[in-house]
């Protein structure tokens, strides 16, 4: 993945934000140039604010006194034209800073259409996401099966990203943007400007890219971030929202967001959840920061950020601190045959690991196959030819942990989880064969790895090299 999408959904990107690859998917969440928000399909952010308001409304009021559901005064209502942006935030932005404990300041907002988006996403993608880039996350895509060689990963991006993009806020410009037209109603904008707003707030008091800076290029870790941030304004934002509307016009949200999502619903699953994680998960996660130490709490995690996805979807692991296990995965180097080149070296996550597997066992299985992850290490390597090779290898929590991930490995590529072809297992061996690629899994004594690739020599020396110890 390319850095996880290489910082592409907020530029969050100036961040290069880890990223790393096969988990393009990042990259989609991060490469966006500047601070992005999507719609992330809406009728499940819609159900998301409900669940997120619900939880806050039947927890305690926090200890620094902020209550989590104010009386709020602003009325939302359709509009035949859209609002005048800075007014709309003058009269929202105070009472979103109130509730969300942190000082308010004047942030120039601009509306632009959806086409003028497309425009400027056009220029991002030309000065941001290289052909080359493109080409390492394509490459990852295919050896893992979530994408075939007719889906252009970059044409992918930009029809998503064209789509589901209702506002941003710039953190180089220190300005936000709403997308929209004289039909959009003053209800969305309310949504938008308000979960946007809240990016203005983390961003002035916290330096959103300086601490993105600082994680560096695990994409774990920086997903994780993103779920810090993203479950903040969701948060704050959608309890904002909720308070202020009625509801008819929840009822118009909702109807507004659902329009055009065309390229969301075509889009492959494992692409669309890693885009919803930061907003979902990340609200659970935040709400249990808020459950614990009210927004006090929350603001305390900017400086002790959630080290990976794991933390955020086990809270009680990001409280008592537990870290990720190091993991060493040789450079192949050595092994391989001439004309090949490790080009990307990174961190999967748990979370990421559930996506893959997600689609051949069920989300139930997938989750508890995941769970216990301890640590893990990925590389891609290019040969001359371009053809690729990918080795992972994933340590656990337990010898227990080791053994269900082992069995549902097994079953994942016995199952068909890379694709079609034909697998076999052993106690201690996987093997797949595919029409254009192969793969091979060993357990070993602390670990599990796993190699895929489209030259079968390639993958069973990397295989018995990395196996050796």
């Known amino acids: 993945m390319s850095d996880r999408f290489r910082t592409f959904m ?84 105070p009472e979103i800073a109130a509730l969300r404990g942190l000082p308010s300041w004047d942030v120039p907002a601009d509306l632009i259409t959806r086409d003028e988006l497309r425009v400027q996403l056009d220029r991002d993608f030309a000065e941001d996401y290289t052909p080359e880039e493109a080409g390492l996350d394509q490459l990852e895509l295919e050896l893992l ?33 709403a997308v929209g037209d004289e039909n959009s109603s003053e209800t969305l904008l309310i949504w938008t400007l308000a ?5 203005a707030l983390q961003d002035r008091k916290f330096d959103l890219d300086a601490i ?21 304004a969701t948060l704050a934002g959608s ?67 959630p080290s990976s996805t794991e933390h955020v979807m086990h809270p009680s692991k990001y ?25 990307r070296r990174n961190v999967t996550g748990e979370f990421f690991l559930r996506v893959l597997l997600q689609e051949t066992l069920g989300r139930e299985a997938a989750a508890a196959a995941a769970a216990g992850w301890g640590g893990d290490a990925y590389s891609l390597y290019r040969n001359d030819s371009g053809q690729g090779l990918m080795t992972m290898k994933f340590r656990w929590d337990s010898d227990l942990d080791l053994d ?20 076999e297992s052993s106690s201690t061996r996987a093997e797949w064969a595919g029409e254009d690629r192969t793969a091979q899994a060993a357990l070993l004594p602390d670990s599990v790895l796993i190699v895929i690739g489209h030259d079968a020599s390639a993958v069973e020396a990397a295989t018995e090299f990395l196996s050796a110890g």
């Open 10 to 93: 907020v530029r969050l990107s100036r961040l290069a934000t880890a990223k790393s690859s096969v988990w393009i998917i990042i990259r989609l969440l991060r490469r966006l140039p500047r601070r992005r928000e999507m719609k992330v399909g809406a009728a499940a952010l819609i159900l998301i604010f409900i669940a997120v308001v619900s939880a806050c409304s039947q927890s305690d009021t926090p200890a620094d006194g902020r209550s989590t559901s104010p009386t709020l005064t602003a009325k939302a209502g359709a509009a035949a034209r859209p609002p005048d942006l800075a007014k709309l935030l003058d009269r929202i932005g």
């Open 145 to 177: 099966g979530i994408l075939t060689p007719d889906q252009d990963v970059r044409e992918l991006q930009r029809r998503l990203l064209g789509e589901q993009i209702v506002g941003y806020y710039d953190s180089e410009l220190e300005e936000m943007v």
């Open 195 to 199: 979960h946007e707003y809240v990016h």
């Open 212 to 232: 993105e800076d600082s994680i560096g290029d695990n994409q774990d870790a920086l997903l994780a971030f993103y779920a810090l941030v993203e479950g903040d």
């Open 239 to 305: 309890q904002y929202t909720f308070a202020a509307l009625d509801p008819d016009d929840i009822r118009d949200l909702e109807s507004d967001s659902s329009n055009g999502d065309d390229a969301f619903l075509s889009t492959p699953r494992a692409i669309t959840q890693i885009l919803i994680f930061p907003y979902d998960a990340g609200s659970g996660f935040v709400a249990s920061l808020i459950g614990s130490g009210g927004w006090n709490g929350v603001d305390d995690a900017y400086a002790r950020l």
């Open 319 to 343: 409280r008592s601190n537990e870290q990720p296990l190091a993991v060493e995965l040789k450079d192949l180097s050595r092994v391989l045959p001439g004309g090949w080149t490790e080009v």
């Open 404 to 423: 269900e991930f082992w069995l549902a490995i097994v079953d994942f590529m016995t199952g068909g989880g890379l694709g079609s072809g034909s697998a």
